[in-house]
């Protein structure tokens, strides 16, 4: 039963600039509160430069942060249940601003263990579960998927005008790589607490948005379903594959360094391949998705080209396959550039696998859960790994060697994911009476459930 308090709000209340300006404040948040954590997905030199650690300890710093995510996903649909989007929303923008302030103090490694773990509870247990929620209360029913593929758009461009600040800053450090760091930082920090206190004066409190909610118990149990669905089961296996190249392909441009690439360059190129290419890759897949009525089919073939390409980079140490010196660096820069383009379209689409395979609007909650909880599992340990490879190459005087290494791992897991997207697509195929049947039956018993007299405001 939903609670009515005075001064709630109903998204049709809303007048149209304060809608779009709720929409591109949480868009631009959701990219930019996650900012510091993934630095070094963007700018992984500068990171390891001016904190002065090494590429394992690089990556044990994300691990920290993944951890911390992974426990707080399925919780964080709770506490997004429980408490108002404009307390929840501000709150994880302010703690995460005041985290990242103490960041850019640039404290020992052992702080900054701390201070990751922290950024996990700030932007997944109080953040996670804002920008979904607040887009959906902020659009009527016929609304939602235009905003939410909008609301794509924005953090992109969100994404990617910080990351030409961030490359403009450190591009004048003329040597004082810490400083330039520092002010970066100082930088984000200012941005996402500016955000905080924008999120705490412009969204209101929302009818409907504190009501009937699930239980712990019940959350459990969702889950369990949710375990033994074949469909879920092959989505979240195939996200945990798509998302592991997907941010493995950043290690394209930092190979570039030891190619010899100039640094504004490849941090102009990170930003480019992280950010700038998700504003046309998301609609491009979109829409290829939608043409072809089976997104496993478009990440199938799209998994396959990328590992085509990283298979490419791995080779690219073999004398005469690409031309030397710039003209290497170039090819290296392209092909980093176009494999972001594919893995950001693929992983764009690759939870759609659930609408594929007709997992019911009741169960999607759930669904969404397990699969972000076995999606981002990567996060954990490949920086990690990947670190230690570098590291010992570089110890053992083989600097650059671990990158064909990586690669192949990273070709293997592409390969990994194209299996597992065919496996969805032929299993819906041989069951797809099945699945319609059972969604069919889900669908009416929600509406009959629905059918039942209720506030208007439930």
């Given at each position: 039963?939903?609670?009515v308090?005075k001064?709630?709000?109903?998204?049709?209340d809303l007048?149209?600039f304060r809608?779009?300006?709720i929409?591109?404040?949480v868009?631009?948040?959701?990219?930019?509160i996650y900012?510091p954590?993934?630095?070094?997905?963007?700018?992984y030199d500068?990171q390891k430069?001016?904190?002065g650690?090494?590429?394992?300890?690089?990556?044990?710093l994300?691990?920290a942060?993944?951890i911390?995510?992974?426990?707080?996903?399925?919780p964080s649909g709770?506490?997004?249940?429980r408490?108002r989007?404009?307390?929840?929303?501000?709150?994880?923008?302010v703690?995460t601003a005041a985290?990242?302030?103490?960041?850019a103090m640039?404290?020992?490694?052992?702080?900054l263990?701390?201070?990751?773990?922290a950024?996990?509870i700030?932007?997944i247990?109080l953040?996670w579960?804002c920008?979904?929620?607040l887009v959906?209360l902020?659009s009527a029913e016929?609304e939602y998927?235009r905003?939410?593929g909008i609301?794509?758009?924005?953090?992109?461009l969100?994404?990617?005008l910080?990351?030409?600040?961030?490359?403009?800053?450190?591009?004048?450090?003329?040597g004082?790589a810490a400083g330039?760091?520092r002010?970066?930082l100082?930088?984000?920090?200012?941005?996402i607490l500016l955000l905080?206190?924008?999120a705490?004066?412009?969204?209101?409190?929302f009818?409907?948005e504190?009501?009937?909610v699930r239980?712990?118990k019940?959350v459990?149990?969702?889950?369990?379903r949710?375990?033994t669905?074949?469909v879920?089961?092959?989505t979240?296996?195939?996200v945990?594959?798509?998302?592991f190249y997907?941010?493995?392909?950043?290690?394209?441009?930092t190979?570039l360094?030891y190619?010899g690439?100039?640094a504004?360059?490849?941090?102009?190129?990170s930003v480019?391949r992280?950010?700038?290419?998700?504003?046309?890759?998301g609609?491009?897949?979109?829409?290829?998705?939608f043409?072809a009525k089976k997104p496993?089919?478009?990440?199938w073939?799209?998994?396959l080209?990328a590992?085509?390409?990283?298979?490419?980079l791995?080779?690219?140490?073999?004398?005469?396959l690409?031309p030397?010196?710039t003209?290497?660096?170039?090819s290296?820069?392209l092909?980093g550039?176009?494999?972001?383009?594919?893995?950001?379209?693929v992983?764009?689409?690759v939870?759609?696998?659930?609408?594929e395979g007709?997992?019911?609007?009741?169960?999607?909650?759930?669904a969404?859960g397990?699969v972000s909880l076995?999606?981002f599992?990567?996060d954990t340990?490949?920086?990690?790994?990947?670190?230690?490879i570098?590291?010992?190459?570089?110890?053992?005087?083989n600097?650059?060697?671990?990158y064909?290494?990586i690669?192949w791992?990273?070709v293997?897991?592409?390969v990994?994911a194209?299996?597992?997207a065919l496996?969805?697509?032929?299993?819906?195929?041989?069951?797809?009476a099945?699945?319609?049947a059972r969604?069919?039956a889900a669908q009416?018993?929600?509406?009959?459930?629905s059918?039942e007299?209720e506030?208007v405001?439930?």
């Open positions: 039963m939903a609670i308090a001064g709630e709000k109903k998204a049709a007048t149209t809608r779009w300006f929409l591109i404040l868009s631009a948040g959701s990219s930019t900012g954590a993934y630095l070094k997905q963007a700018f500068a430069s001016a904190l650690l090494s590429n394992t300890q690089i990556g044990a994300l691990g942060y993944a911390t995510a992974t426990i707080c996903y399925l709770l506490v997004a249940d408490v989007m404009r307390t929840l929303c501000s709150t994880g923008f703690l985290l990242t302030f103490w960041y640039l404290p020992s490694y052992g702080t263990l701390l201070i990751f773990v950024m996990g700030t932007t247990l953040w579960g920008r979904y929620k959906r902020i016929n998927s905003n939410i609301s794509y758009g924005f953090y992109g969100a994404g990617f910080a990351g030409l600040v961030g490359t403009w800053v450190l591009a004048r450090a003329a004082d330039a760091f002010t970066f100082l930088f984000y920090a200012v941005l905080g206190v924008l705490f004066v412009m969204i209101p409190k009818e409907g504190i009501g009937s239980s712990a019940q459990l149990v969702d889950t369990g949710a375990l669905n074949p879920v089961l092959i979240a296996v195939t945990f594959f798509v998302y997907y941010t493995g392909v950043n290690y394209a441009t190979y360094t190619l690439a100039d504004t360059l490849n941090n102009i190129l480019l992280q950010y700038g290419v998700t504003l046309f890759a609609p491009v897949f979109g829409a290829l998705a043409r496993s089919r478009v990440i073939i799209g998994s080209i590992a085509a390409g990283i298979a490419v791995a080779i690219v140490p073999v004398p005469g690409l030397a010196g003209g290497l660096i170039l290296v820069a092909i550039v176009a494999l972001g383009f594919i893995a950001n379209g992983f764009g689409i939870s759609s696998q659930l609408t007709k997992v019911p609007l009741a169960a999607f909650g759930a969404t397990v076995v999606g599992l990567p340990f490949s920086s990690t790994w990947f670190g230690s570098i590291d010992k190459a570089d110890a053992a005087g600097e650059g060697a671990a064909p290494q690669f791992i990273l293997g897991s592409a990994v194209s299996a597992c496996l969805l697509n032929r299993y819906v195929r041989a069951n797809q099945t699945l319609d969604y069919e009416a018993l929600a509406a009959g459930e059918a007299p506030p405001n439930a």
